[in-house]
């Protein structure tokens, strides 16, 4: 029988397996720390690096000292470090290469600290492209007021187009009437022909003799009067027909400053449309960062939530299938089912600028289904600074087909300082906010929803632009407001939207504001354009009524000409019986008053 | 590699007995039909170098076999497929999926258990053949093979001075 037997095979089979043991030992550390740099630099895209890594006996487990992970984004910064992390491991599943993590303890861990060295890493550049303006920031700009100055030097006018047809009417018009008043015979030479005429009237008629003399003499008068008046009428004409160009065009002049002003009014059309969401332009940057860093986050971590569960899988397995065929894992029902990679149970105090928080993370594995348990992620911390209680629950559940990712966050009492918004230099200073959000990815698409309450709201600040400082004040009187956030589509690009009543209330402020803004400029406009007004009409604003003097005048002339050439020499007997019949009352006054004298006398 | 080779002609020509370079060529069939980081495989190689089997033949057929292996792996994994989700063995396999011990030795791969099965399932008849042909080949072709002029050709050659240095 024992010649059957070779004992020195025995030694043999114990040095191999003893060797590779020792082997394992000594270099499970050093792979460990070239595998988190390594594999960890290139999920992270900047560098992942550790101090040391040891494999620890009791308990069994792997011992990672120093590590930091650098921010793709800042270099100069980590996204973490900590300062110690061990992992407990299962021996039973070590022994066919399954890496279970029974419980994972972190010691100081921190977020967003400073680096010595650089952590970028060289990849491919990309041409930087320089930054758009958002459709609201481009929808603001639109908001922005010119002055009034700049306004009126780049308009075409009609106040300054009724000037000069108005300056041209009175030059031409008045050159007429200048030309028609000169042959209208002025005052003095009326005054001979009343004097003369009332000469000539006024002269006794003895005889029918002198009655034929003055009447001849007064026919010679009229003749004379028969020029002048058609001068005056002329002039008269003139004149009226002046008034009324003059008076169009000065009509014109004085409506347009109000045209102009209407015309520009529309043009530079003053309203809070480019306003109506603010509320993405205030929070949308900073709310739009924070989603911007977790769908990051999301997308890096994402391709190892699941390995099995897409057709991406699938197609890469099918692509990469080797030579030999490899066979597979059937796993059955089981209360511990072992993935090729898992850690149970981790719970972590990391420090954050604000304080610390606590995060526990179960059941993470890139083998969901085999573990038959969806990986959770839970923060909470009720010791941060600003915050009163907050509440993060991420579960990732790809046990089946298709996958479903969803989180749940609940921040109670959330107090920003200095919080900066994104417009001028405006900062929420004080608030007491609530939060509330749930999302969900399934299939690639996402569908998240989230409300924050704010209330006891302070605002300060301003800005350099019109919307900004007008903004700046209009939020000064806002105390309570929510924000009600949506996304859905594509994780890689969701479609946002963002309303609030803020909105409303800032719309309404902003309003009131744009509308003292705009009486304002319409006021300067008024002004600079009645200047305009003034400076068309110059010395000429009373020629209507100059006109209507003028008017007037030639009117009395003419009346006055027209009483002239009415006047008559008297006829003869006429003149004769007219004597006879003034010496019969005469007599008979003289007779009445005797006998009245009589009577007074009798009694 | 020449060296392996003139062991191997020196064990097949030495006193080496058909059982124990048969026994080598079953043993190798094991490990080349399943894959090679397996438990199992630990106590196949345990007893291949404890028990007095040709390790030359031992080597040579390993390498023999994984190259027949490339060929017999689909079907393994049918086999083995077929028996872990056959609904009469789900009990048993449930149950012994509880045990840690049982588990890793991999029982639920479908090349592990596919390969085992086909491999102890050949391993009798392997032994039976392989012993016999050894004994044959000692009987009869052996004379003749020496009577051939590349025989006589390689006799003269480096690699039989090796082959004689190593048989002693």
Not at chain 1, 222 to 232: C, N, P, T, V, Y
Not at chain 1, 321 to 332: C, D, E, Q, T, V
């Amino acid at each position: 029988m024992f010649s059957w037997i070779r004992w020195w095979g025995l030694i043999v089979f114990v040095v191999i397996f003893g060797g590779g043991t020792a082997f394992f030992m000594l270099a499970a550390g050093p792979l460990a720390k070239l595998s988190i740099e390594k594999i960890g630099t290139m999920v992270n895209g900047a560098l992942v690096e550790v101090d040391s890594a040891a494999v620890t006996f009791n308990p069994l487990g792997l011992k990672v000292t120093g590590l930091q992970v650098a921010d793709e984004a800042q270099p100069m910064r980590n996204v973490l470090e900590f300062k110690q992390a061990v992992a407990e491991l299962e021996l039973a599943p070590l022994l066919i290469g399954k890496g279970i993590i029974r419980e994972l303890s972190i010691d100081g861990m921190e977020f967003d600290t400073p680096r010595k060295t650089s952590g970028a890493v060289e990849k491919p550049k990309d041409e930087a492209k320089p930054k758009e303006p958002s459709a609201i920031e481009s929808a603001l700009a639109d908001v922005e007021l010119p002055s009034a100055k700049e306004i009126l030097a780049n308009e075409s006018l009609t106040t300054d187009d009724a000037g000069v047809a108005f300056k041209e009417s009175y030059a031409s018009n008045k050159a007429i009437i200048d030309e028609k008043l000169d042959a209208v015979p002025d005052e003095s030479a009326l005054k001979a022909y009343e004097d003369e005429i009332k000469a000539i009237t006024s002269a006794n008629i003895n005889s029918v003799e002198d009655f034929r003399r003055s009447k001849a003499q007064l026919d010679k008068v009229k003749e004379r009067f028969k020029q002048d008046q058609a001068a005056i009428t002329e002039a008269r004409a003139a004149v009226k027909q002046g008034k009324e160009e003059i008076s169009t065009a000065l009509k014109e002049l004085k409506d347009a400053p109000g045209k102009d002003l209407a015309r520009i009014r529309n043009k530079y059309q003053l309203n809070a449309d480019g306003a109506s969401n603010l509320t993405a332009t205030l929070f949308g940057s900073e709310a739009g960062d924070t989603a911007a860093k977790a769908l990051y986050w999301y997308e890096k971590i994402k391709p190892y939530l699941s390995s099995s569960d897409d057709e991406e899988s699938a197609e890469t397995k099918k692509e990469m299938k080797p030579l030999r065929a490899a066979g597979s894992y059937i796993h059955f029902p089981t209360d511990n089912p072992w993935p090729t990679a898992l850690l149970r149970h981790s719970y972590v105090t990391a420090s954050v600028p604000a304080g610390t928080i606590g995060i526990e993370a179960k059941d993470i594995t890139h083998q969901p289904k085999v573990l038959g348990r969806p990986a959770v992620v839970n923060v909470e911390s009720t010791a941060l600074e600003n915050i009163e209680d907050l509440k993060a629950n991420l579960v990732f559940d790809h046990t089946k087909s298709p996958g479903n990712d969803s989180l749940k966050l609940k921040i109670t009492n959330w107090q920003p300082d200095d919080f900066k918004l994104g417009m001028g230099d405006i900062k929420l200073t004080s608030a007491k906010v609530q939060i509330k959000a749930d999302a969900n990815v399934s299939r690639g698409n996402l569908v998240a929803k989230g409300d924050a309450d704010f209330g006891q709201a302070g605002f300060v600040g301003g800005g350099k632009t019109f919307v900004a400082k007008e903004l700046g004040l209009a939020l000064a009187n806002i105390k309570e407001f929510n924000i009600h956030a949506e996304a859905k589509g594509k994780v890689a690009k969701p479609r946002v939207s963002i309303s609030s009543d803020l909105d409303s209330q800032l719309s309404k402020a902003f309003n009131q504001r744009l509308k003292a803004k705009q009486d304002e400029l319409e006021q300067q406009l008024k002004q600079e354009l009645n200047a305009k007004l003034e400076n068309a009409l110059g010395e000429h604003a009373g020629i209507l009524e100059e006109l209507n003097n003028v008017e007037g005048g030639l009117d009395a002339k003419l009346n006055k000409l027209k009483d002239l050439a009415s006047s008559e020499v008297d006829d003869f007997k006429e003149q004769q019986k007219q004597e006879a019949k003034e010496k019969v009352e005469e007599e008979k006054d003289e007779l009445r008053s005797k006998a009245k004298d009589k009577f007074k006398k009798l009694f | 590699m020449l060296s392996v080779l003139a062991k191997l002609l020196k064990a097949l020509n030495s006193d080496a007995s058909p059982s124990q370079i048969s026994l080598a060529v079953s043993l190798a069939l094991i490990i080349a039909l399943t894959p090679f980081f397996s438990w199992h495989n630990a106590i196949v190689l345990l007893i291949a170098l404890v028990v007095r089997v040709n390790l030359s033949a031992f080597l040579l057929a390993l390498a023999g076999w994984s190259v027949l292996a490339w060929f017999v792996d689909p079907f393994s994994i049918n086999v083995g497929t077929k028996l872990l989700t056959a609904p009469g063995l789900q009990e048993t396999w449930v149950a012994m999926y509880q045990i840690d011990f049982l588990r890793i030795t991999k029982f639920n791969h479908t090349l592990v258990l596919g390969g085992l099965v086909v491999s102890l399932i050949a391993f009798i008849p392997v032994f039976l053949l392989s012993r016999f042909l050894v004994v044959q080949y000692r009987a009869k072709v052996l004379a003749w093979v020496e009577r051939l002029w590349i025989a006589k050709f390689l006799k003269g050659s480096k690699f039989y001075r090796l082959y004689q240095s190593i048989a002693g």
